[in-house]
């Protein structure tokens, strides 16, 4: 029950992601299987020991530290969020700390292997499935939208004649992304094309699946995943993974920081500086080959 009330809360007042609401709600309902089990009690009953309990059994699984922050997260935010609703009086989560995350580059393809294999005639056709493949691919890469507003976009949010998308990016929040005029030709090919395949169904969303239906995120990771098989030897192949590349790429051309940041929907500067360290590193990387007293 006050699982429940606090995901409608995330939901509709807080208006987080449907992905961040269902990692929230599995990691909630993790926990409390973890103390109806272990300690037969339930979740307003537990106490700080019994968080770092389930921190320590965690820990013991091997999760990484990336994951048991998020858990770490979901479980504050719901603490206050009964302590709020004067369903408890005190909140058991605020001696919980989290763990380090050690720092990691943002894993990216260089710009070079994305251009050979989105204008190579090899690995797309003129099929439908093909056509959406290569936009999704051509729409990660050139763009750097997330795998959630990838899958929200509508035919309506392209517009052809400004050159731009509209995308309903986190808390709700849209913006505006200029989309250059390949990117848009391909766009209009694509959408002709689906109108075309006579589905049943005739959905205003802009990616659809092979019959029509609205596209899901593990049929866009199988896609991201298939076709960055071909030019990249790094074990992550993610969506994000083209969302690091396009502001890589934007940063490694001089694009403004600040710019990046309108681009990529991020709300502080802070989250858009690590694609710095990239930029640094290619740097060396040529000052190392080039300089004669490297």
């Known amino acids: 029950m006050f699982i429940d009330s606090f995901i409608t809360y995330l939901t509709h007042e807080k208006r987080y992601s449907k992905h961040t609401v269902s990692s929230y709600l599995a990691d909630l309902k993790q926990f409390e299987s973890y103390v109806s089990i272990t300690y037969q009690l339930t979740v307003p009953e537990i106490k700080y020991s019994h968080l770092r309990s389930f921190m320590v059994e965690l820990m013991e699984e091997k999760r990484s530290e990336t994951t048991i922050n998020r858990k770490i997260s979901a ?4 603490y206050k969020f009964l302590v709020r609703e004067g369903k408890l009086e005190q909140n058991p989560t605020l001696l919980l700390k ?26 797309f056709d003129e099929s439908f499935p093909s056509l959406r493949d290569h ?11 997330r795998l959630s507003e990838l899958l929200s976009l509508k035919e309506t949010d392209v517009d052809v004649y400004t050159g731009t998308i509209k995308v309903l990016g986190k808390r709700n929040k849209e913006r505006i992304i200029p989309v250059n005029k390949p990117l848009i030709n391909q766009l209009n090919t694509y959408i002709a094309q689906k109108k075309l395949q006579d589905f049943d169904n005739n ?14 995120s593990k ?28 502001a890589t790429s934007l940063l490694n051309a001089g694009a403004d920081l600040n710019a990046i940041k ?14 710095t360290h990239n930029s640094i590193e290619r740097l060396k990387t040529i000052y190392k080959q080039a300089h004669p007293k490297a």
């Not at 309108?262 to 694609?275: F, P």
Request: aromatic letters at 10%.
């Open 135 to 145: 936009l999704v691919i051509e729409l990660l890469f050139g763009t750097g939208i």
């Open 262 to 275: 309108e681009l990529l929907g991020h709300a502080s500067l802070a989250a858009t500086q690590v694609y």
């Open 98 to 123: 989290a763990p380090k995350i050690p720092k990691r580059l943002p894993v990216f393809v260089d710009a070079q292997k994305m251009d050979q294999l989105l204008d190579s005639e090899h690995y």
């Open 219 to 246: 049929l866009i990771y199988r896609v991201v995943t298939s076709y960055l098989n071909y030019i990249s030897t790094h074990e992550k192949r993610s969506p994000h993974v083209l969302r690091h590349s396009y």
């Open 203 to 216: 959905l205003s969303n802009l990616i659809v699946t092979n019959t029509g239906a609205a596209a899901y």
């Open 75 to 78: 479980l504050k935010s719901f």
